[in-house]
C-alpha cells in the first residue's frame, strides 16, 4: 500500500535559520512526489513535482529534492510569510496512478 | 474558470440532513477529486473521476456518500442522513489529465454536522 510520512509534525524557526523538512515515501512504481503549501482555511497550494530520483527543483526560498525513498523540502534564511502547513503526496502505479496520497503535513512557523 | 471553485464555502446542517456540495473545476481539465480533511488531519481521498466517469471511489466512506460529475465539468459531492463525524472540510481538485499532472484545489466547503 502507497504511504507517506512527514517529519518533524511541527517545526519552529527563527528568521533567516535555514532547515530541511522530511518526507519518507513507499510507492509501486512512483509516477511523480509533489510538494504542496497550506495555509489556514485555504485548500492546498501546489509548489513542486519530482518525478525522478536526483531531480531538484527550486523557487525562491524552497528548494526540493528527491531520493529511491525520500524527498526533502530544504528552506534557506526563512522568512515569516514562509509559516504554513507543507504537505508531501505521491502518485504512484505501474500503469495509470488515479489519485494522489498525501502526508499528514509538517507545520512550519517562522519567527520575526 | 481560472481556478476550481467550491460551493457552498461554509455549511452548517442538522444531523441527519442531506447535504450537497459543488465543484466547479478548471476548464479543460479532465480528472476532478474530491478529498476531506478533518481538523488537524490528513488529506483522505474520497473519489476520482475521469470526464464522467468514476474509475476509483475507494475512498468513499460509505453508502451514505455520493457523487457525480456531469458534461466533463462540474461535480457534486452528496451526503446523505449527516453524522457528527462527517463534520470536515471538503477539498475538490483538477486536473489536466491525471495525478500525474499534479492537482490544482479549490478552498473547500467546511461542513459543521450539529
Known amino acids: 500500500e502507497d504511504q507517506v510520512t512527514q517529519s518533524p509534525e511541527a517545526l519552529r524557526l527563527q528568521e533567516g535559520e535555514s532547515s530541511s523538512l522530511n518526507c519518507s515515501y513507499t510507492?509501486?512504481?512512483?509516477?511523480?512526489l509533489f510538494w504542496y503549501r497550506q495555509d489556514p482555511g485555504k485548500g492546498p497550494e501546489f509548489l513542486f513535482t519530482?518525478?525522478?530520483a536526483g531531480e531538484e527543483k527550486e523557487k525562491e526560498r524552497l528548494k526540493a529534492t528527491l531520493t529511491k525513498k525520500e524527498s526533502f523540502l530544504h528552506i534557506t534564511a526563512p522568512k515569516p510569510e514562509d509559516s504554513a502547513t507543507y504537505l508531501c503526496?505521491?502518485?504512484?502505479?505501474?500503469?495509470?496512478?488515479?489519485?494522489?496520497?498525501f502526508g499528514s503535513g509538517t507545520r512550519l512557523s517562522i519567527r520575526p | 474558470g481560472a481556478g476550481v471553485s467550491q460551493s457552498p464555502s461554509n455549511k452548517v446542517t442538522e444531523k441527519g440532513k442531506d447535504v450537497e456540495l459543488r465543484c466547479d473545476p478548471i476548464s479543460g481539465h479532465t480528472a476532478l477529486y474530491w478529498y476531506r480533511q478533518s481538523l488537524g488531519q490528513g488529506l483522505e481521498f474520497l473519489i476520482y473521476?475521469?470526464?464522467?466517469?468514476?474509475?476509483?471511489k475507494s475512498g468513499l466512506p460509505s453508502d451514505r456518500f455520493s457523487a457525480e460529475r456531469t458534461g466533463g465539468s462540474v461535480s457534486t459531492l452528496t451526503i446523505q442522513r449527516t453524522q457528527q463525524e462527517d463534520s470536515a472540510v471538503y477539498l475538490c481538485a483538477s486536473s489536466l489529465r491525471g495525478a500525474e499532472d499534479g492537482y490544482t484545489f479549490g478552498s473547500g466547503t467546511r461542513l459543521t454536522v450539529v
Open positions: 519530482l518525478y525522478s
Open positions: 473521476f475521469q470526464g464522467n466517469s468514476a474509475p476509483d
Open positions: 510507492v509501486s512504481g512512483l509516477r511523480g
Open positions: 503526496a505521491v502518485a504512484g502505479g505501474y500503469s495509470s496512478a488515479s489519485k494522489i496520497i
